[in-house]
């Protein structure tokens, strides 16, 4: 809320685009770069969870950052890369202590941003979007002259006390991806590990996330959620109403689709937040339709506290 007091708007779902010129003409050319090509262009954005940090009293953290360079590849960006507040860890703390990037150990958290009951990271509508949302890179740069859109509070029709902002997450238990032929991919897949299908389809096969999550045999198995709390990402940045609470099969994405769970290791649910700041702790075994609606902003169905 502070940060809406300051901006008019909740953070982006994916802060500005590194080393773009505002006025859409192309990109900057990084340090010790002397000609363009279309690899190795800065491209990673900041995540929600790096935008707010001068508003949750980790002003130092954030003023480390530099987001005209790479969140992720920058060396500049190592420092600031590389720590998170421990209260932006749920206990009990479990999972892996941090991920590895091309810089180091990346920090951690257990809290992740809503995008609704959609599947869809870059959906901007509310009827099933949530607080928020991801630009394509090139509508981002060439028409928004890298002014990232987010939500306001007129937006959320259903009111701040009915639509869910925040969630709990569990962190992956390895860093990086695997290929799918590889079985079991290091330690066995358990419920919450997030799968990269390598699917084109508009939304992700159910197959996919299967119950017996060691029958997937394609793709790679992205498994650090929760690992690279600055990065915009789907499975580091986000997660979703499209299933249950702690549901128990596998979070699935093909980068353009996501299905990715609210998780934690309490007993019997999460907690969640509100965008008016309340904190509730959701059950497992909320009615799933009611479940979808606190996870839209805006699509007319005003539902009871939980």
Known sequence: ??????????????????????????????????????????????????VILPYVEQGNKYNQFDFKRDVNSDPLNMAAQRKMSASSCAPPIRGRPSSPGPM?????????????QD??????????????FVEFTNTQWKTKLNRPGAVKIGDITDGLSNTAIYSEVRRGPVAGSQNGGSIPYGPPLVAGDVVQVGDASSLIPAANCAANPTTFTGGNVYRYTGLEYCRSFAFTSFYNHTKLPNDPTMDCTDLSNAHLGARSYHNGGVNVVYSDGSVHFIANSIDLATWRALGSRADGKVVQQQ
């Open 1 to 50: 809320m502070n940060y809406e007091s300051t901006y008019s708007s909740f953070p982006p779902g994916a802060g500005v685009l590194p080393n773009y010129k505002l006025d859409g003409t192309g990109p900057i050319l990084p340090d010790g770069v002397a000609t363009f090509t279309s690899t190795g262009l800065p491209s990673s954005r900041p995540s929600p969870q790096a």
């Open 119 to 132: 599947p869809r990271p870059t959906y901007q509508g509310g009827d099933t979007g949530g607080m928020f």
């Open 104 to 116: 180091g150990f990346y920090g951690r958290c257990n809290y992740q941003a809503s995008i609704g």
